[in-house]
């Protein structure tokens, strides 16, 4: 099929402002755009920049804008996309070249919650148990790979970039929820406050972009609710 | 670590604001709605007058109805005012300026509201 | 960082635009509530003056912001009960699109109707 | 910029992470990454990793080190193996001491499930080794890996390219990165230097691995008149998605999928009577190209089928959620109902810089360390692989490798102090960047990629001989030439990832020469390396290691003989 691709290009070394750069070749339907990024970078211009890896979505490296919403570029097919893609780079960080963004503000975020399994209890010998129930509990939110696709498609986190946003909260969720863990009253500490999980409205535009379908609002709800009970 | 920002003290204020919003806004729901059933719609424009009002503020019933969904809606409103201000006035001074002038609107109002309702002496019926 | 227009270009799901619709009516009821304590309070000053103003009320234009008025109180307060239930019901959140739908069905069964009837009269 | 460290770790995948934990507290120490950490390509690793708990059934390290030496085809260093399987024991329990979530049996314990060539009793039957975390093992270990990092204030150089290492008066000083954010190339001098940096599995072109994994470690090693070891060992995971390579897991097989040919055939009973589908995968990736050659590929096309229709959504949903996944998003086909497409897939390298057992880089037949070099991971070569990996042995390699790696730098740091760095020590790495960014050549890189992976897919990979490979050095010469024209349009200095695909691209050519002609020279067919010319193993002539030497002249082959403790060599037969 004959696809279009319309990419915002950007590089503040040559570039004053954002321009529109477009690209038009044959590919598969079953492509992943990924393949069409590469064919783009590899074929008719080596310096459109973006991020890549594993290309099975798995790394978390190319979250952007497809068509206007959050993806992977590397876990959807060009047959999914229609003959004119729009692909801008994700919104809400700072954009250092074409897609590329700067995620370092996302990641110390990540890092703010606390992200590891804290015990007081000395370990024992062999595995601590934990019931095939327990373990359930926090499934979901284990299967975060720190793309991004979600912060950045929150309108609480475009409003203001302070809210810890929904990835952290994922991350804290992740933990305490995990019945081996202690330390559940630091990482709620950093929780309860305007920026952290109270900033969410659950618009579920996290839960659209995860690229892992995690459901994020509920982790959030889920967090909110402990914030509660522990409260009341 | 740009933009990290050292997240703020817990203070549990935004946890009560939350619950708050959401046992208000239940509240709300029969009392908000019961009122534009009564005055919007039942009756509506065209039948509302000083008469009205008087017949109604005559029973003490309609008179706590309407104070309760006043303070309720007042709190609730300025409260999903302040959190719009919060996300989208982020420089300091402003934020606070904003935020203020929410509060003291918001004060003045309840109370402009309050004593309507609670002064009010409807006049003997001719 | 992102600018007012842009909140509109996202693709976010259903659930984006409920939230838009949520905010807009809820600072809009506000609104409305402001100017309504000040007419409410001006009965204090006898039925002269608060029956006069009431003429406003009964204008046309009047007559159909308040059918607006209703149609945002309706839709944040149902609204408002969708996000309630989410919320202290988390297992509810994998039916999100599905309850978003719903409150937009719901409430477009409520106030066409309502919508007709009240403007009906400005018609009269 | 010249920065001074203890001790420099180069990669941030499994093995990385492993060593820069040993290495956090006890020493100033800095990790280097071209990928942000959780990129890494240890987050794919999906089906488990081994290790004798025996939370199922009866199971002993003995019992997995006889597996992993005859899975090696005998090739392995058994004493190496030894500390693997030892070790694998204390290693799961540490993570799961850190948190990972791994699955769980009823009564809470960690969860296994069998995997290939895994077996109980010394190959009597498969056994349950494989300890998992649903599919997503490898996710689980790299994010775990991580968070301890966090805890532990590692600090990480995120998406620093390294270019070049430095080695003074035979012991090592350091090396030289590209700092991708700037475009300024950096110098790190430092006492020790871990290589952790993975495999090289992009020189084919249908792969499991990741665009980054281009061989950068074995290659500036390599440079460096280091030798690679086994390099002509290079492991085709049976089942990868047709045409992609995207990985289905051997877990799949572990929880009951079933290879079938165009005739509906469970063809691998004719391959491996005891094991079926569960042989190990030198063995399955062979019987698959078999199966194709003679005609019964699925629509006689070169694919067959992996069946997992028959184990219901509950097996699926729950312990192969992600598989189930890629081939719903990929193939746009429900593994409920139809069985999978699939095909052989590059994947894994057994061979790699060789160290000894404490991670020590070792640059001769003797054994001789390079004091201050270290390597770990899928870069290494220990061997404990040997000829042929077992599923859920890298895993196992990365981290307990990559711990001793890591124990022995935080010891040598302690002891030594740092060599002078040479004189302009950065300048070979300026000039492979200026080379680059300055070329007028007309060559697209990518073109030179596309030859190099069709033809190494073609001549070098599941099934070789003389001919194919002949022909494959002539193919490298001319790429080589042709790399030399290699054009760039960007000539920017900011996240320049054009230079960085060039440069990567100059690596993968060196790492298949080198795999070419050790595959070459090895006239015998043992694990993965299988000659058509000479289809029986040569015990008697080959059962050696090959080190690979660059030379002005070329590759020079040397070899060192294979450690046997316990297991004497027998053929292999599952
Ligand atoms: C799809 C798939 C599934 C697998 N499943 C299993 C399994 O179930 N069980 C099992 O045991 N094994 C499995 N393996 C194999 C195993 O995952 C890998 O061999 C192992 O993870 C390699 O880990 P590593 O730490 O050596 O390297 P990697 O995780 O690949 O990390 C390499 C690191 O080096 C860095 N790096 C590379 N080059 C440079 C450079 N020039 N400068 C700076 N940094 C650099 C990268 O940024 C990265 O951080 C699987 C492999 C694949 C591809
Ligand atoms: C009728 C019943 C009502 C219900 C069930 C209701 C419910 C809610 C809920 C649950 C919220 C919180 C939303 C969130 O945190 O994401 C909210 C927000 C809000 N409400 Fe109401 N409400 C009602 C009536 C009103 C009235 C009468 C007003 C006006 C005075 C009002 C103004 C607001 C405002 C301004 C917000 C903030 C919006 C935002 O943050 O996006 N609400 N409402
Ligand atoms: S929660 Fe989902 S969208 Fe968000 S960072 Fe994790 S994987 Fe990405
Ligand atoms: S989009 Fe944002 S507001 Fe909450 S539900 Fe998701 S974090
Ligand atoms: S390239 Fe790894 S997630 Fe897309």
Redesign the pocket.
């Known amino acids: 099929m004959q696809v279009t691709l319309r990419i915002k290009r950007f590089n503040p070394e040559k570039d004053k402002e954002p321009w529109w750069g477009e690209y038009k070749f044959a590919a598969e339907p079953t492509d992943r755009l990924l393949d069409a990024l590469n064919y783009v970078k590899w074929y008719l211009d080596g310096s459109l920049t973006y991020r890549r890896s594993c290309a099975h979505g798995i790394c978390g490296s190319d979250a952007m804008q497809i068509n206007g919403s959050n993806r992977l570029a590397c876990k959807v097919l060009l047959m999914n996309l229609g003959q004119k893609i729009t692909i801008e780079p994700l919104r809400g960080y700072r954009v250092i070249k074409d897609l590329l963004v700067d995620m370092d503000a996302f990641l110390a975020k990540y890092r703010s919650v606390r992200p590891y399994l804290v015990t007081h209890t000395p370990d024992p010998e062999k595995e601590r148990l934990q019931s095939p129930a327990d373990r359930e509990k926090f499934d979901d939110t284990t299967k975060c790979i720190l793309c991004g696709a979600c912060t950045s498609g929150c309108p609480s986190f475009w409003a203001d970039g302070e809210y810890v946003g929904p990835a952290a909260i994922v991350n804290a969720h992740r933990f305490l929820f995990d019945s081996r863990d202690e330390g559940g009253e630091d990482r709620m500490q950093v929780l309860n406050t305007l920026d952290g999980v109270w900033r ?4 579920f535009n996290c839960v659209e972009a995860c690229p892992r379908e995690i459901n994020v609002t509920r982790a959030i709800g889920e967090v909110k609710k402990a914030l509660l009970y522990r409260k009341i | 670590m740009n933009g990290a920002g050292r997240p703020k003290p817990e203070s549990g204020l935004e946890l009560y604001a ?1 619950i708050f ?2 046992i ?10 019961g009122h534009l059933l009564i005055m919007h719609i039942v009756h509506n424009v065209d039948h509302i007058d000083f008469q009205f009002v008087a017949q109604r503020y005559a029973t003490p019933f309609w008179r706590t109805y309407d104070l309760v969904l006043l303070w ?3 709190i ?9 201000l919060v ?1 989208y006035v982020s420089p300091r001074g402003w934020r606070t300026a904003s935020l203020a002038s929410l509060y003291l609107l918001g004060f003045v109002l309840l109370a402009l509201g309050s004593l309507a309702i609670l002064t009010f002496q409807p006049p003997m019926a001719p | 960082m992102v600018k007012p227009l842009e909140y509109l270009t996202y693709r976010g799901g259903p659930g984006h635009w409920s ?1 838009i619709l ?2 807009l ?6 609104l ?2 402001l100017i309504h304590i000040v007419d409410i309070a001006l009965i204090g000053w006898g039925p002269k003056v608060f029956n006069k103003l009431l003429f406003l009320y009964r204008a046309p234009a009047f007559r159909t912001g308040e059918v607006l008025l209703v149609g945002a ?2 839709y ?6 969708r ?2 239930i989410i ?1 202290f019901w988390p297992e509810t959140m994998a039916l999100h699109r599905k309850l978003t739908y719903a409150v937009g069905i719901i409430f477009v069964a409520l106030f066409i109707p309502t919508a007709i009837y009240m403007l009906s009269f400005v018609v009269k | 910029m010249v920065q001074r460290y203890d001790a420099v770790v180069v990669g941030a995948g499994g093995a990385g992470l492993m060593a820069a934990l040993q290495l956090a507290g006890r020493g100033h120490v800095a990790v280097l990454s071209k990928l942000y950490p959780t990129r890494s390509h240890t987050g794919t690793a999906q089906g488990g990793i081994g290790a004798a708990l025996g939370n199922h059934e009866e199971d002993h390290w003995e019992w997995h080190m006889f597996d992993t030496v005859k899975g090696s085809d005998y090739l392995a260093d058994q004493d190496a193996v030894e500390i693997l399987c030892r070790e694998a024991i204390e290693t799961v329990y540490d993570l799961e001491h850190w948190g990972l979530p791994f699955s769980r049996t009823p009564e809470g314990k960690i969860a296994q499930r069998p995997f290939g060539g895994h077996t109980r009793e010394f190959g009597k039957a498969p056994v349950r080794r494989s300890c998992y975390a649903a599919d997503r093992t490898g996710h689980m270990i790299l994010q775990t890996c991580y968070q301890q990092c966090i805890k532990h204030d590692v600090h990480f150089y995120n998406e620093y390219h390294v270019l070049d290492l430095l080695i003074e008066n035979g012991r090592c000083a350091g090396v030289v990165a590209l700092c991708l954010a700037t475009g300024e190339i950096c110098t790190f001098h430092a006492k020790a230097v871990l290589f952790a940096t993975g495999g090289c599995g992009k020189m084919y072109r249908v792969s499991s691995n990741a665009h980054s994994l281009t061989g950068d470690g074995m290659a500036v090693v390599y440079r460096r008149a280091i030798p690679l070891e086994d390099m002509e060992f290079f492991q085709f995971h049976p089942t990868g998605i047709y045409k992609m390579g995207i990985l289905l897991s051997e877990a799949a097989r572990g929880e009951g999928a079933i290879l079938r040919n165009k005739l509906n055939e469970r063809f691998m009973e004719r391959y491996a009577p005891a094991l079926l589908d569960l042989a190990p995968r030198d063995l399955t990736s062979r019987a698959i190209y078999r199966e194709i050659r003679e005609g019964r590929g699925i629509e006689g096309k070169n694919y067959v089928h992996l069946d997992m229709t028959h184990l219901g959504s509950e097996v699926l949903d729950k312990k192969l959620p992600d598989i189930t996944e890629f081939v719903r998003t990929y193939m746009g086909i429900d593994p409920l109902t139809h069985p999978v497409p699939i095909q052989p897939t590059a994947h894994y390298a057994m061979g790699g810089i060789p160290t000894d057992v404490d991670g020590r880089v070792v640059i001769d037949e003797k054994n001789t360390p390079l004091p201050g070099l270290y390597a770990a991971g899928e870069v290494a070569c220990v061997s404990v692989h040997g000829a042929n990996r077992l599923g859920t042995n890298s895993l196992v390699d990365i981290l307990v490798f990559g711990r001793r790696g890591g124990r022995h730098a935080v010891k040598f740091i302690q002891e030594n102090d740092w060599v002078p760095l040479p004189a302009h020590a950065d300048e070979p790495a300026r000039a492979l960047v200026s080379q680059v960014l300055k070329s007028t050549g007309k060559e697209r890189a990518a073109d030179i990629r596309d030859v190099l992976q069709d033809e190494m897919m073609d001549k070098a990979s599941v099934f070789r001989d003389a001919k194919g490979l002949t022909a494959m050095r002539g193919k490298l010469r001319e790429l080589r030439d042709r790399y030399r024209q290699v054009k760039s349009e960007d000539h920017g200095a900011r996240y320049n990832t054009e230079l960085l695909e060039v440069i990567e691209l100059g690596g993968l050519l060196d790492v298949a020469d080198v795999l070419v002609e050790s595959a070459l020279a090895r006239q015998e067919s043992r694990g993965g390396h299988y000659r058509e010319d000479f289809p029986k193993r040569d015990d008697a002539n080959w059962l050696k290691h090959t080190l690979a030497y660059q030379t002005p002249k070329g590759v020079e082959l040397k070899f060192k003989p294979v450690t046997i403790t316990k297991f004497q060599p027998m053929e292999r037969k599952y």
């Open positions: 969410c409205r659950t618009i | 939350w919003m959401r208000s806004g239940i509240a709300l729901l029969v009392l908000a709605l309720l809606a007042m609730h409103g300025v409260n999903g005012v302040r959190t719009v996300d | 939230w949520h905010r009516a809820g600072v809009g009821v506000f409305f509530l109180v309706l944040h307060a149902i609204n408002g009960i996000i309630c919320d």
